[in-house]
T-cell receptor, first 109, second 114 residues
């Protein structure tokens, strides 16, 4: 079993829909990152969380340390949100990041 | 402020050769970490350098090595290339250690081994 599991692997939605991407992990972590990767490879860091909730524009990230689970929400989704979203966790004590397999999101106009 | 710069963008090498990739971090960032991305394995951590010291290394063979210079620029070297080394290699810089600091990624170097 992977240390970091994301769901769903693929998600297609209509413009304007509320989107949720989930990330579960099985190890102790020091921080969790949400990343966005567009076609062509460039990766942008969206959030880094160690507790609670963060919001940036239409994006919201939450983390529940006790349940070892994080969610990324996108409100009022737009075709430009189409990308691969990747969850990564910093392993406590190991000083390294472990990545989920990513969620491919497609927003249709 | 200039972003993270990786050179070259594309590289084609032959099995058995060696390759050096370069990463220039954002000014003031002391941490540079390297990652390999393949369709089969996804993103995997290679290693991180902080103030010229390697902090940790992922599960890669010794053919993969790196270093960081006093100006925080970093290089990654892969010796005796294998077909399976074909991948997108990404580096990221951060102010503090990359585990607990927001990461700023370069656009990557796409390596093809033939």
């Amino acid at each position: 079993k992977n240390e970091v599991e994301q769901s769903p692997q693929n998600l297609t939605a209509q413009e304007g829909e509320f989107i949720t991407i989930n990330c579960s992990y099985s190890v102790g972590i020091s921080a969790l990152h949400w990343l966005q990767q567009h076609p062509g490879g460039g990766i942008v860091s969206l959030f880094m969380l160690s507790s609670g909730k963060k919001k940036h524009g239409r994006l919201i990230a939450t983390i529940n340390i006790q349940e070892k689970h994080s969610s990324l929400h996108i409100t009022a989704s737009h075709p430009r949100d189409s990308a691969v979203y990747i969850c990564a966790v910093g392993i406590q004590g190991a000083q390294k990041l472990v990545f989920g397999q990513g969620t491919r999101l497609t927003i249709n106009p | 402020k200039a972003g993270v710069t990786q050179t070259p963008r594309y590289l084609i090498k032959t099995r058995g050769q060696q390759v050096t990739l370069s990463c220039s971090p954002i000014s003031g960032h002391r941490s540079v970490s390297w990652y390999q991305q393949t369709p089969g394995q996804g993103l995997q951590f290679l290693f991180e350098y902080f103030s010229e010291t390697q902090r940790n290394k992922g599960n890669f063979p010794g053919r993969f090595s790196g270093r960081q210079f006093s100006n925080s620029r970093s290089e990654m070297n892969v010796s005796t290339l294998e077909l399976g080394d074909s991948a997108l290699y990404l580096c990221a810089s951060s102010l503090g250690t990359g585990i607990n600091s927001p990461l700023h990624f370069g656009n990557g170097t796409r390596l093809t081994v033939t």
